[in-house]
């Protein structure tokens, strides 16, 4: 693919940035540095917004919600602005008791009071092992060095300050233009496994510097959550201290966009690729994945349907398996669309694995298997499922299951 300007690609409404980051939008800068919570590698990473940012959330169902997904829910329901975010990797800070929430306070204090902050401006965020209390003086030691090194605006290094177990830095930005205005949206993610999200994923910040009122901001996030980030399963597991948050500062100066507006459909769709592409990317980084795996499924009833059947599908740890395995399994395939709970006539179903059919009016067909193993065998697997007997459609993606899933959470804690 060529790039040209810093754009990779061109849509109808918008564009697509190959250099662009959370801090493409106007007035965002963020960082990331090593404070020892790690033994090495980045474990401390912040978001700066100019000025206060309209803030919409989501968060984990998750009934164990960490102490920085409590002490963040404070700060957006205040007011529903955010001007900081500060984020630690390596621990979680969840399921620790009084001193968990007391520390997650001291966080949005320290941070708060460093870069001269409302504490109720500033998001926590924390991922990592459960059950064990942050090291405060190294983070707070951590804290004391932002102020410097704000200075430097460094997105890529808070790409890597907010990784676990994940294999590569994700990200994304778009541009698009809005009454005259260039309006910029930028995305940072991380997660591979436990991911089964309900509300959020694991973790996802986007920025953007769009002018919007703050209840039409929140009611954008959880639209496109729903078919992004909701859509999404590596391991079947939810986080304690799953969220997305999503700031909007006004500073590409734009009329005020509403739900109303002329240009609210070209925003959506803005929107809804960052966090397609953010949640895409999680899903090819599942601990041990060796494959992306996108289900398509059409001709039921809504698109809630549809999308509730494409997610048990990619959550079925028999269809994994069968995947890594690069085997055309077909009847785990329908195994797991029977068990989706969802009203569906199983005598209309056809399933195709990318452009091989191998299942037609419920039942199985001849197929050439070479040929259907050698889309198994790509890094993209495309499964397609259609019912023929209503205009509802959706897609949820997920990864194989591999050996080293196994070996990468046996040894999690060591």
Known sequence: ?????????????????????????????????????????????????????????????????????????????????????????GKANACTGPKGLEDAYEMRRQFSSELGLAEHHVAVVSTGLIGENLPMDKINQ??????????????????????????????VAVQFEMNGKTVSIGGAAKGSGMIHPNMATMLGFITTDINIEQRDLQTALREVTNQTFNAISVDGDTSTNDMVLLLANGLAQNEKLTKESDMWNNFIAALQFVCESLAKQIARDGEGATKLVEVQVTGVATDQSARNIAKTIISSNLVKTAIFGEDP??????????????????????ISIGTVEIVKKGLPISFNEEEAIFHLEKEHVYIHVDFDQGNGSGKAWGCDLSYNYVRINASYRT
Not at 329 to 343: K, L, M
Request: hydrophobic content about 35%; some cysteine; overall charge positive.
């Open 1 to 89: 693919m060529k790039t040209y300007n810093n754009v990779t690609e061109t849509y109808s409404s918008f564009s697509v940035l190959h250099q662009g980051s959370v801090t493409t939008p106007k007035g965002f800068r963020a960082g990331g540095m090593h404070c020892g919570i790690k033994r090495k590698r980045k474990d401390l990473g912040w978001i700066y917004s100019e000025v206060p940012a309209d803030a919409a959330a989501v968060y984990t169902m998750n009934t164990f919600q960490a102490a920085p997904l409590i002490v963040t829910k404070e700060s957006v329901t205040k007011e529903g602005k955010l001007q900081g975010i500060i984020v630690n990797s």
């Open 142 to 171: 951590g804290l004391r060095q932002i102020p410097e090194s704000l200075k430097r605006n460094a997105p890529e290094d808070f790409e890597k300050a907010i990784l676990t177990t994940d294999t590569f830095s994700k990200k």
């Open 329 to 350: 399994n077909w009847g785990r395939i329908v195994c797991a669309i029977g068990y989706s709970e969802e009203q569906i006539d199983p005598t209309n179903l056809s």
